[in-house]
């Protein structure tokens, strides 16, 4: 029997920054935990990734991407929001303040699914690979999970709190064993990176399969999506061709595609 809700197949529609999105092959090895997350659902679940790269929860609501998610969804459909590593930025048009206008945008996109009858769920984003000179993990985004976590707690949205798992796991493994685990790439390591590239903040393979199968099992595991949705969960490695990459006109597309706003948009 295929997933599916009373309206039709089941879909996840994912909103969310660079830290979901799905990467070109261009930027291969950086992989945004949405790019994999269909390797933990059925292939009958359709996930429908619309995080953007450099994307906030104010550039993503102000620029038409909320509203064409919107657009899209349909009664028994889910909206996993995923924000907090770019409204951090001090940019002005990018930075939001965690209890006030960080807040406010993610409550658009509660509301917003709800009001169409789907089911909206707020997922915190992983901490950056940053340490002090002492080998202490800097908790440099910590306000903005605190923030959704609230949010989650006064409006009865589902929440998975990422952010502390991903303490967890980064203080275990340490600088170094978290290193592995984030762009940090010799020169000449990779053909798309020949002078290297220094990156505390975005994934490789080996990290973002790991926030997905967190995610798949926190959303199965507590009932936010149906278990028998959910597969492969002990599956411990999956190889290059299956980790979702998109050619470079095909992204470009879908970036386009995906808005309801005018011009270039993030």
């Not at 679940?45 to 038409?64: D, L, M, P, Y």
């Not at 910590?142 to 707690?153: F, G, K, Q």
Request: proline fraction near 8%; include cysteine.
């Amino acid at each position: 029997m295929l997933p599916e809700t009373a309206h039709g197949p089941a879909r996840l529609f994912i909103a969310g920054d660079s830290s979901a999105c799905t990467r070109e092959f261009s930027r291969a090895p950086m992989t945004g935990w949405g790019q994999v997350l269909p390797l933990f659902f059925t292939p009958d679940v359709e996930i429908v990734n619309c995080a953007r790269a450099g994307a906030s929860s104010r550039t993503f609501a102000e620029r038409g991407r909320l509203a064409w998610i919107l657009d899209q969804l349909r009664p028994g459909d889910h909206l996993l929001v995923s924000f907090g590593l770019i409204d951090h930025k001090p940019e002005k048009e990018l930075h939001t303040e965690p209890f006030a206008d960080y807040q406010r945008y993610l409550r658009l996109f509660v509301d917003g699914a709800r009001d169409r009858g789907a089911h909206p769920v707020l997922i915190s984003p992983h901490e950056r690979c940053t340490w002090d000179d002492h080998g202490n993990l800097r908790h440099v985004i910590r306000p903005y999970p605190m923030a959704m976590a609230e949010l989650a707690e006064q409006t009865a949205t589902p929440y998975v709190d990422l952010y502390t798992q991903s303490l967890q796991w980064w203080e275990q493994l340490g600088p170094q064993g978290t290193r592995a685990l984030f762009t940090y790439l010799a020169p000449g390591q990779y053909p798309n990176y020949p002078d290297g590239l220094e990156d505390s903040t975005h994934l490789l393979p080996d990290g973002a399969v790991a926030c997905a199968r967190f995610i798949a099992h926190s959303l199965a595991g507590r009932g936010i999506v149906p278990p028998h949705w959910v597969t492969r969960l002990d599956v411990e490695h999956f190889p290059p061709e299956a980790l979702g990459w998109l050619d470079d006109a095909t992204h470009a597309a879908l970036t386009r595609a995906r808005t309801m706003g005018t011009g270039a948009t993030l």
